[in-house]
């Protein structure tokens, strides 16, 4: 009988949610960097929580660095990949509906995953050179904000300087997880959008504003449902 190979994860019952090995891993770290802290967790305790063997767990990743990274990837990764929609849009979304529906959306990661993964950026070893992947794309998606939020106030008229408000204002978000589950704090990413949209000089978005957002993030998601029924 053939050696099975070193690091194979063994079969498991599934203990997490996830299609994936990969996935219980990543969901597993989230809830313990969150609740222990980053330092207190070991990849044993990892593979553990997820009901793998700790060689197992390195053969999809090979430093609790690559979990944290692959991890605070996810914070960052559906919006990037959200703006194509809105660029995409018919007909052209304004700047200040760009902006808007881009603050929701990322405020929605945020803030309705299984773990408060924003929390991460508060670590002190998120200056680690490991980690220069989602710095790379945390800088990419800060530079669109950027972009978005001074062709608003190109219009308004107010100080450039308010341009780096909007990004600070959504990331702000991850403090509000102590607001229980429920209607109220499903709708904070909007409510944020729209704060987004006043420190640029826009007092009172027009309600149209907020329906392009919720078409924008629908059109979305049908093509991201269609993506993963093909698979299936």
Not at 40 to 56: K, N
Request: a negative charge; aromatic letters at 6%.
């Amino acid at each position: 009988m053939p050696l099975a190979r070193a690091g194979r994860p063994r079969h498991h019952d599934q203990k997490r949610p996830g299609s994936t090995a990969r996935d219980e891993i990543l969901d597993a770290a989230g809830e313990l960097f969150t609740t222990l802290g980053y330092a207190r967790t070991s990849t044993r305790s990892i593979a553990e929580s997820v009901g793998i063997r700790q060689a197992s767990l390195y053969h999809y990743f090979k430093t609790k660095d690559d979990i944290l990274c692959a991890l605070l990837g996810q914070t960052v990764s559906p919006t990037l990949a959200f703006i194509p929609t809105l660029l995409d849009a018919e007909p052209a979304l304004t700047a200040a509906e760009h902006l808007h529906a881009l603050a929701a959306f990322d405020g929605g990661q945020l803030l309705t995953g299984r773990w408060n993964l924003g929390a991460l950026y508060l670590l002190p070893e998120l200056r680690d050179a490991h980690l220069e992947p989602f710095w790379s794309d945390r800088e990419r998606l800060r530079l669109h904000y950027l972009a978005s939020s001074r062709a608003v106030v190109d219009q308004t008229g107010v100080h450039e300087a308010a341009a780096d408000l909007p990004f600070r204002l959504v990331e702000s978000l991850v403090n509000m997880w102590s607001v229980p589950p429920g209607p109220e704090r499903l709708e904070l990413p909007m409510h944020v959008a729209d704060a987004c949209l006043r420190v640029l000089g826009i007092p009172d978005p027009d309600p149209a504003v907020r329906r392009r957002t919720g078409a924008a993030t629908d059109r979305y998601a049908r093509v991201e449902s269609g993506e993963a029924t093909l698979l299936r």
